[in-house]
């Protein structure tokens, strides 16, 4: 019928292949405020590959509000990867890495490393999205003298971070590597941090771009975005690293 020619598609398109790898989401059911259960990080690793990535890294958080413990972050990790194979998901699981809240339990994780990297080579870090914690700064320093290579998650999300301030700049210079959120570029999260991560792309200060993803909310807005000609415009104009890991 003529109306379905006119209507308009609400399919997902691959265009995060060009990304390759999503190294930032929280689909290890129940160990966070990600994924439920089993079955919702199955739809949302399917999710995951309709929009075209390949392999994914699973982020769990680790913060005073979710102290996780290493060995039930693997054994639940394995299960995931098992599940996963038998409902015929085809994305690479390419590891555990963590995403660490600099927050009041960070300083002991730093005295006792124990730290999930993304691909073996770098410790994603997120700060508090409320308030700027005094003594952050140093401890990301020490983090650094004692050899880390670091990634900052969602730079956009912090009212407090001044995208015009020095602090960001210092981040860089430091040779701390930005991640903004895929959906941060489509007002998921508001406009200003739509607004903030636009700009810190532009100016070219960006090097991964991470899905963020942790329920079928997050999903939808994936799929909805995965249509969006200006996202893949921004894909084609800017390099990011993800392909690396
Ligand atoms: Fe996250």
Not at 9 to 14: K, L
Not at 167 to 187: A, P, W
Request: with cysteine; proline share 4%.
């Amino acid at each position: 019928m003529a109306f379905h020619l006119f209507k308009k598609s609400t399919e997902p398109r691959p265009i995060f292949a060009a990304l390759g790898t999503d190294m930032h989401c929280h689909l290890i059911p129940q160990v966070d405020d990600g994924s439920k259960c089993i079955e919702e990080s199955i739809d949302c690793l399917r999710t995951l590959q309709a929009v075209g990535y390949k392999k994914v890294f699973v982020t769990p958080h680790f913060c005073s509000r979710f102290p996780n413990e290493e060995d039930d972050i693997k054994q639940r990790y394995e299960q995931l990867c098992q599940v996963a194979d038998a409902a015929g998901i085809t994305i690479e699981m390419a590891g555990i890495a963590g995403e660490y809240r600099v927050d009041s339990i960070f300083r002991a994780r730093l005295d006792s490393p124990r730290f999930f990297q993304v691909a073996g080579k770098y410790v994603l870090i997120e700060l508090s999205l409320h308030q700027q914690m005094m003594d952050a700064d140093d401890l990301i320093f020490d983090m650094q003298t004692r050899g880390y290579d670091l990634i900052l998650a969602h730079p956009e999300r912090y009212p407090y971070l001044n995208i015009d301030g020095p602090r960001i700049e210092q981040f860089l210079n430091q040779g701390i590597l930005l991640q903004v959120n895929i959906l941060s570029l489509g007002g998921f999260y508001g406009e200003e941090a739509r607004r903030r991560a636009f700009a810190i792309i532009e100016r070219g200060w960006v090097s991964f771009l991470g899905s963020d993803t942790h329920n079928t909310l997050y999903c939808q807005a994936l799929r909805d975005l995965s249509r969006s000609r200006k996202i893949e415009k921004l894909l084609e104009k800017h390099q990011f690293m993800n392909n690396t890991l």
